[in-house]
């Protein structure tokens, strides 16, 4: 069999397809492939129809391809509604106590558990030994990942494994590939919870809104393990008032929201700016505008992310591609926001927050917790003009006396309306900003893809990363993901831009936000957009841009 | 240690709030006298006329968003519950802007102070009507006067769950200083109302003067005496204005209860 494998897991919501594919992503993870999990869900508990979707690779893809190699089918509706993408000589596994199918693997998985004595959830086992024995994936590594991951009645989950798996015979053998070694499976929101954490976060404050929930619930969870602290308050008003309150008291803190919770924490990140208090926000986006789709990806929110503030607000604007970015970015963000006393904006989607991927655990080794520029000395001032805008740090509580100030101040936080000092204090802050410019030129800001002379280049948003690199692949494409958005890397974008004749952004809205934004550099860009929820195909981009007779 | 700072005081000549800051004052002198290190008080600010009170204390401060003062000093205390946490609102604030906070706040016990300058209108914004101007309030906003009737913020705090609630007037002085001081003191969200004329827009000086009485023999701890004493002036009606301690009782805070090391 390939190198290259996509398995679509699908049932109803409340039957256990996410845990399965969670196995299945363990498996493959277990045996060293790259795994991406794209998980697809409705908003509701029960019924309905969920899927799955793992690709695993001999190297890293994290995109989806239209036909997938092997279909899992815990119900009816999802051989009725995926069966079509499932190739030819495709896989097909179903339950065959509800369906009947005459093609496929079926297997009485009800039956079996029956007579086992095991509860319906076992189902799962059922399925994920039913592949590993089609694909020859032996018997003993199925035996680990079920023990890892399974702590409840892990004697009968084997029993009926060990069943299924003599009943079945081997339909294929998976490839050999080049194993990875100390890979780590995590979602976006887990990866940037971890990276956050390795950057000293103390305390984090959010409202549960889909997509960014996960990251409350995670931390909430590991509250000991993590020595973290998690609150849930009234609104995402008093989320962010709250994390700003904390900040200003001396404790790293952030905070984690949708589009709609990003909204109403608006008026606070400019009092963020305006106080000089360190605080990350991630935005999760989901599919606007208001409510939307809540468990559907767009990337509409980047107008308003990089705009959001009312007055001159800095602020830094990170994105994310993938959870080994989220990782990166969740420990970096923190990090900026404490030396730049700034609000910081770190931007994920949907697909990179709930996605599964593969993230190289050699990264955790590069992330470091920095300390704060504090004040030593008398006469403390918060807002001591600096030469580079940074005020040093002092913390209530202890010597010196801290006034932290909304409207415009002096350089000891008293209230002014003075011509001269409004004019130090905004140029104060406006250096700030220029430091800010620079700490971006130093962090480089965008990574880069494929091959280094091509004349077509591709600005991917989010979740498109993935797809872009894969793409430029085929097409000899050169991929430029701004990972700093502002302030915006423009002269490494520049630099790399130089012998490119035509330039794409892959995005996610149904206006061309990103095409927008880099126009305002003089950066023309034809933007590629899907706005369907859903992100794209390899197989829908490959076709486009055959379509454009785009060459090298 | 000197409290006030050097800023010049851009109230009204002869407005209350003069009172609240001095009453803080000698309040807060005599509790250091009693052992509270000033350098431990953090006191946050909403935005109206209350709020510049900021700049007269030399204090560790934070001047907050307009209504969410008390949502920002709950994040200050879960960082440093060693800090004592004060909020001086005010009335547009507080029970307009930010009620959600208030109420949340009362509803969990977090060991912070509440003093609501309660002068019945939006003032610095030259003249509104709040939660609790009373019905017919000739506003700016509203020339014929404003068709909503107030609401009872004592019975809404007290309701939440607020385990102090108190009012006090700013034409006596002893009992403001005094309640003030009570207040800090407690262990828990304590609310303190200071009935606060605007001279200038509202006038209600002679009116509170004539009516109000100090409470006494309170049973601190009894529910149904406090929401009787609650409810005899219920910012409508032309009846007595009790100022004093409504209801006091013990309970663990919501920082001891987040700090507790889990059972499991």
């Not at chain 1, 190699?69 to 339950?95: E, H, M, P, S, Y």
């Amino acid at each position: 069999m390939q190198k290259d494998l996509s398995i679509l897991i699908g049932g109803e919501a409340g039957q256990g397809t996410r845990l399965a594919g969670n196995l299945i992503a363990n498996l493959f993870n277990k045996l060293g492939y790259f795994v991406y999990v794209y998980e697809d869900y409705q908003s509701l508990i029960r019924g309905g129809h969920n899927f799955s979707e793992i690709r695993v690779a001999g190297e890293q893809r994290e995109a989806r391809k239209k036909e997938i190699d092997v279909l899992i089918a815990f119900d009816k509706n999802t051989i009725f509604l995926r069966q079509k993408r499932l190739k030819k000589d495709g896989l097909l596994i179903f339950n065959a106590d509800r369906i009947e199918q005459k093609k496929g693997i079926g297997i009485f998985g009800d039956k079996i558990i029956k007579e086992e004595g095991g509860i319906p959830q076992m189902i799962n086992t059922v399925f994920i030994s039913a592949l590993a024995k089609a694909l020859g994936i032996s018997f003993e590594i199925l035996e680990s990942v079920l023990k890892e991951k399974i702590k409840r009645g892990i004697d009968l989950n084997l029993k009926i494994a060990k069943r299924v798996y003599e009943t079945l015979e081997t339909k294929t053998k998976v490839a050999k590939i080049r194993p990875l070694t100390n890979s780590l499976l995590l979602t976006g929101n887990e990866a940037c919870a971890l990276g956050m954490i390795r950057a000293g976060l103390e305390f984090y404050f959010a409202y549960p809104m889909t997509p960014a929930t996960s990251i409350l619930n995670f931390l909430a969870q590991k509250e000991e393990e993590l020595k973290v602290k998690t609150f849930q308050p009234e609104s995402e008003i008093a989320v962010i008032n709250m994390a700003i309150g904390s900040a200003f008291a001396g404790k790293k803190s952030a905070v984690g929201s949708s589009g709609g919770g990003f909204a109403l924490m608006v008026e606070a990140l400019s009092l963020a700016a305006q106080t000089e208090t360190p605080i990350l926000i991630v935005e999760s986006q989901r599919a606007g505008p208001s409510t939307g789709m809540p468990t559907y990806n767009l990337q509409g929110d980047l107008d308003f992310v990089l705009g959001a503030g009312h007055g001159d607000v800095t602020k830094f604007v990170l994105q994310a591609g993938n959870a080994q970015d989220a990782l990166f970015l969740g420990n970096l963000g923190l990090n900026l926001a404490w030396r730049y006393q700034t609000p910081v904006i770190l931007l994920l989607d949907k697909d990179v927050s709930e996605n599964t991927f593969s993230v190289d655990s050699k990264i955790f080794k590069s992330l470091k917790i920095e300390k704060p520029k504090l004040f030593f000395g008398k006469n403390y001032q918060r807002y001591k003009i600096t030469k580079d805008g940074i005020s040093p740090l002092a913390f209530p509580g202890s010597d010196f006396i801290v006034k932290a100030n909304s409207y415009e101040h002096d350089e000891s936080g008293i209230t002014t309306d003075d011509e001269k000092i409004v004019q130090k204090m905004q140029e104060k802050r406006k250096r700030k900003f220029e430091s800010m410019e620079k700490e971006v030129e130093k962090l480089g800001g965008i990574e880069v893809f494929g091959k280094k002379s091509a004349k077509v280049a591709i600005f991917p948003l989010g979740i498109s990363k993935g797809v872009a690199i894969e793409l430029a692949k085929e097409f000899n494409f050169k991929v430029i993901f701004p990972w700093i958005l502002k302030p915006f890397p423009e002269k490494k974008v520049k630099e790399e831009l130089k012998g490119v004749k035509k330039v794409f952004t892959l995005e996610m809205n149904a206006t061309g936000q990103l095409a927008n934004y880099l126009k305002r550099f003089g950066i023309l860009a034809k933007p590629i957009l899907k706005y369907t929820g859903r992100p794209f195909f390899i197989d829908e981009l490959r076709e486009k841009f055959k379509k454009y007779e785009i060459s090298n | 240690m000197k409290y006030q700072t050097d800023a010049k005081i851009t109230w009204c000549p002869g407005c209350s709030n003069f009172l609240i800051l001095r009453a803080f004052q000698d309040a807060l002198f005599e509790l250091e006298k009693e052992g509270q290190n000033p350098k431990e008080i953090v006191f946050l600010t909403g935005i109206g006329c209350h709020g510049k009170i900021f700049d007269y204390l030399n204090l560790n401060s934070f001047y907050a968003l307009h209504g969410r003062s008390i949502a920002t000093a709950q994040g200050i205390k879960l960082a440093n519950p060693k800090l004592k946490v004060i909020c001086f609102v005010g009335d547009g604030d507080c029970y307009n802007e930010g009620i959600e906070h208030l109420i949340f706040a009362a509803k969990r016990n977090s060991d912070i102070k509440v003093f609501v300058h309660n002068n019945r209108n939006f003032a610095l914004t030259v003249s509104q009507f709040t939660a609790v101007s009373p019905k017919g309030f000739k506003g700016s906003s509203t020339p014929k006067g404003s068709v909503e009737e107030p609401f009872n913020p004592l019975e809404l705090v007290f309701s939440a769950g607020a385990t102090f609630v108190a009012r006090t007037f700013t034409g006596n002085f002893e009992h403001l200083k005094k309640m003030i001081k009570e207040a800090i003191l407690h262990e828990g969200f304590a609310f303190l109302e200071i009935l606060q004329p605007c001279i200038t827009f509202f006038d209600l000086t002679n009116f509170f003067k004539e009516r109000v009485y100090t409470l006494e023999n309170q049973d601190f701890e009894s529910k149904e005496k406090a929401q009787e004493k609650i409810r005899e002036w219920d910012y409508k009606n032309d009846g007595k204005i009790p100022i004093g301690i409504f209801y006091k009782i013990k309970k663990p805070t919501f920082e001891q209860e987040f700090f507790k090391p889990s059972q499991s």
